[in-house]
């Protein structure tokens, strides 16, 4: 896996936090992606939750992720 720059990591960390904040607005209560897990909690009390936004994006992320790392394992 590539290595990162200080900077870089800086701008990622805070978009990750500002994509928390976004997905926290639709319902997300947990959103986590990673080659071992992929998880997703919903608060289905949430007014506002766009089921068919967030499946396309969570589509889009892992599309991203595999083709950057490689598919997820089996199982996982």
């Not at 870089?8 to 904040?21: G, M, N, Q, R, S």
């Amino acid at each position: 896996m590539k290595t990162i720059k200080k900077e870089e990591y800086t701008k990622l960390h805070k978009a990750l936090y500002e994509l928390e904040d976004l997905l926290g607005c639709i319902g997300v209560k947990e959103f986590s992606l990673s080659r071992e897990k992929h998880n997703m909690q919903m608060d289905f009390n949430a007014d506002n939750i766009d089921t068919d936004l967030l499946y396309s994006f969570c589509r889009n992320i892992e599309q991203i992720h595999d083709a950057k790392f490689g598919p997820a394992l089996p199982g996982h």
